[in-house]
């Protein structure tokens, strides 16, 4: 079965601070993961993928297959980065989504 | 800028009654996801539509069905609503076949709510 867990619902950093949203998955095959992102009053969209080792915003995020993780970070958190963030993962069905994590920046 | 449309932005329902929800892919995406996220929770896989066929299934009853129609929208029924129920409903479109695991364009959900 696939799964996927986001640890922290919350995680609140101050501005400037070093960001690690974590995100933990199960699937014994290999994984195609997905970070996702809400900011207030807009739609669910894609953030990053790891098959295209892009860095979007400055957010970053390595698939480590030994500890099955793929955590996302940034060096230095925003206030625009205040958002929800979704981990999911595609295996051999459609994405699996984590119950997410709240980021807040603060000033 | 993803031009995937949802309508209504929300609706209430009683326990039992039957409801439909409509989403407008953006134009060319032949692959249309349905989740359903309850609150607190991430996305939930309900199913998927490649071309008017149902291509996947998520963990959910019969009494979720869909539809997708050759210019490019879709439609979620449920029937026989329970409690439950209550949650956002997402449709997601992609351009490709589903195989291929393209970025997913969501619209703004329908909060649905069952009394």
């Known amino acids: 079965a696939q799964r996927v867990t986001q640890p922290e619902k919350l995680l609140s950093v101050f501005k400037g601070a070093p960001v690690e949203l974590k995100c933990n998955y199960s699937y014994s095959g290999s994984p195609e993961l997905f970070w996702y992102v809400q900011y207030s009053r807009q739609r669910l969209q894609l953030l990053l993928r790891h098959i295209s080792r892009e860095s979007i915003k400055g957010f970053t995020a390595d698939l480590n297959k030994g500890e099955t993780s793929f955590h996302l970070k940034k060096p230095f958190a925003q206030e625009e980065d205040s958002a929800m963030y979704y981990c999911a993962l595609s295996g051999n069905t459609p994405l699996v989504f984590g119950k997410g994590t709240r980021l807040s920046v603060i000033a | 800028e993803t031009g995937v449309t949802q309508s209504p932005t929300h609706l209430i329902k009683t326990r039992g009654q039957q409801v439909t929800l409509r989403c407008s892919s953006q134009s060319g995406h032949n692959t249309v996801s349905w989740y359903q996220q309850a609150l607190g929770q991430g996305p939930q896989f309900i199913f998927q539509y490649y071309r008017e066929e149902e291509n996947g299934r998520g963990n959910f009853p019969p009494r979720f069905s869909g539809l997708q129609f050759p210019n490019y929208s879709s439609e979620l029924n449920v029937n026989a609503l329970e409690l439950d129920d209550s949650a956002l409903y997402l449709c997601?479109?992609?351009?490709?076949?589903?195989?291929?695991?393209?970025?997913?364009?969501f619209g703004s959900g329908t909060q649905l709510s069952v009394l």
């Open positions: 997601a479109s992609s351009l490709g076949q589903p195989s291929l695991n393209e970025k997913l364009f």
